[in-house]
């Protein structure tokens, strides 16, 4: 058995966002996402059919939810729960450093937060 680092091999964006599958199960994916400065289309929103626990490990972005006034600011450290067909966007992430999350997306009859 073998530890890795997150913030290990993070390879180069080429002005994509990256995401990388770190474990899947039938009810349940864990990636690791990579940004660098990229933000959801002017008008497109996320409507996912899962729920989606994100926690922010470096770097620096905003969140927006459908309905609300203000963006979340999101240090590291910082996670949100997104439960399942919650209208939401990146708004900005930092175009400075690389910006590296963790996102966990459950079936919303799973786990309860």
Do not use: C
């Given at each position: 058995m073998?530890?890795?680092d997150v913030f290990s091999k993070i390879p180069?964006?080429?002005g994509k966002e990256i995401?990388?599958?770190l474990l899947q199960t039938e009810g349940f994916k864990l990636e690791r996402v990579i940004?660098?400065?990229?933000?959801?289309?002017?008008?497109e929103w996320f409507d996912q059919d899962t729920n989606?626990?994100?926690?922010?490990?470096?770097?620096?972005?905003?969140?927006?939810?459908?309905?609300e006034e203000e963006s979340v600011?999101?240090?590291?450290?910082?996670?949100?729960?997104?439960?399942?067909?919650?209208?939401?966007?990146?708004e900005w992430t930092d175009p400075e450093d690389k910006t590296v999350w963790l996102a966990l997306h459950y079936i919303p009859h799973g786990i309860h937060a």
């Amino acid at each position: 058995m073998e530890a890795k680092d997150v913030f290990s091999k993070i390879p180069e964006a080429d002005g994509k966002e990256i995401f990388e599958t770190l474990l899947q199960t039938e009810g349940f994916k864990l990636e690791r996402v990579i940004s660098t400065g990229q933000a959801t289309p002017l008008g497109e929103w996320f409507d996912q059919d899962t729920n989606e626990w994100v926690i922010l490990l470096r770097g620096g972005a905003r969140l927006m939810f459908e309905g609300e006034e203000e963006s979340v600011v999101m240090k590291p450290g910082d996670y949100i729960h997104i439960p399942a067909h919650r209208k939401h966007r990146v708004e900005w992430t930092d175009p400075e450093d690389k910006t590296v999350w963790l996102a966990l997306h459950y079936i919303p009859h799973g786990i309860h937060a």
